[in-house]
């Protein structure tokens, strides 16, 4: 089959999110390999576009997110030829003005409470169970992706890591941290900004399963597929009752007071630093071992 092309004749662009249903399964792929599936916009409102359509299709019971090739994601898109946060997108998430007409932190908190915080919070509401199936780098805006799905299965070569306190900045948008693992665990996640490998993920509660590598499509669908026999609506309403508690737990006003804390910390870089994220940018991070 050929490549699609623009009215040009140019090769089209390489949609950055793939998605197939497998019977009662739709499986959302991440597809920019060649940057680990790190998320610029295009790929965010991308998988939005793929939940909504997963959410309104009656055969679908049970989405898996996934990532093409060695990684599930390195995270937000801070540097890459498609890097694409100061274009403007149709919002969906949110009432937040467009971000890429203003400066300073108005343009930063308009976007990211659009993109990271607003849509994490929305996929996480999607009223069918959700399955992460990570192998490789879940590294910061990775992170975000596997926390709103309901369970995680990784392959044993999967790491996790938030690093951006290199940055100088509390953790991710969606700060599920301590709800997502304990407290100290979390602290020490953080504060040191080391990879958590897939096993202790496991042994702290952040990680359902634990597979090889060539076994982890096959095991994550056998899960997906022994969910989908439940009832929908039994499935549908399981996962809000779980959601509501985490949120009488505090995570959605929590989540909220550090998205605050956030937004500190990238105008303190603005005031005293090169930039928003503290002079960090691929390469500085990737010395640093994030």
Same mark, same amino acid.
């Given at each position: ?7 040009s004749?140019?090769?089209? /662009?390489?949609a950055?999110v ?5 019977g009662?399964? &739709?499986?959302v ?11 610029n916009? !295009? ?5 939005d576009?793929?939940?909504?359509r ?19 994601s !390195?995270?937000?898109?801070?540097? +890459?030829?498609?890097r694409?946060?100061h274009?403007p ?15 300073g932190a ?6 990211e409470?659009?993109?990271?915080l607003?849509?994490?919070?929305r ?5 069918k169970?959700m ?5 490789? &780098? ?7 992706l ?8 990784a392959?044993?070569?999967?790491f996790?890591?938030?690093p951006?306190?290199?940055?100088g900045? /509390?953790?991710?948008?969606?700060f599920?941290h ?12 953080l504060?040191?900004?080391d ?12 990680v359902?399963?634990?597979?090889p590598?060539?076994?982890? +499509? ?6 997906a597929?022994?969910?989908a026999?439940?009832?929908? $609506?039994?499935?549908a ?6 959601n ?10 929590g ?14 870089? !603005? ?9 960090m940018?691929i390469?500085? $991070?990737? &010395?640093?071992?994030?």
């Amino acid at each position: 089959m050929s490549a699609a092309r623009t009215a040009s004749g140019t090769p089209a /662009p390489k949609a950055p999110v793939r998605y197939e249903r497998q019977g009662p399964v &739709a499986v959302v792929t991440m597809d920019r390999p060649d940057y680990r599936n790190a998320q610029n916009t !295009a790929m965010t409102y991308a998988l939005d576009r793929a939940f909504y359509r997963a959410a309104d299709d009656d055969r679908v019971k049970v989405v898996v997110l996934a990532g093409a090739g060695k990684h599930f994601s !390195a995270g937000h898109d801070i540097g +890459t030829p498609e890097r694409d946060a100061h274009l403007p997108f149709d919002r969906r998430a949110g009432l937040w003005w467009d971000h890429s007409d203003k400066k300073g932190a108005e343009s930063r908190f308009a976007r990211e409470s659009e993109v990271y915080l607003g849509m994490c919070r929305r996929w996480r509401e999607l009223p069918k169970p959700m399955v992460a199936s990570v192998q490789g &780098a879940c590294v910061a805006g990775g992170l975000m992706l596997a926390w709103v799905c309901d369970l995680i299965v990784a392959a044993e070569d999967a790491f996790f890591a938030d690093p951006v306190v290199r940055m100088g900045i /509390p953790g991710v948008e969606y700060f599920a941290h301590p709800w997502v693992m304990p407290p100290r665990i979390a602290k020490e996640f953080l504060y040191t900004g080391d990879r958590m490998g897939a096993r202790r993920a496991y042994e702290v509660g952040m990680v359902n399963r634990v597979v090889p590598p060539e076994e982890l +499509t096959d095991r994550t669908m056998e899960l997906a597929h022994r969910i989908a026999e439940m009832p929908r $609506m039994g499935l549908a309403l399981t996962k809000r009752a779980v959601n509501q508690a985490e949120d009488l737990q505090g995570l959605h006003t929590g989540m909220d007071s550090v998205f605050g804390l956030h937004h500190l910390a990238h105008a303190h870089n !603005a005031e005293t630093a090169p930039d928003a994220l503290g002079g960090m940018d691929i390469r500085s $991070m990737k &010395a640093a071992g994030a």
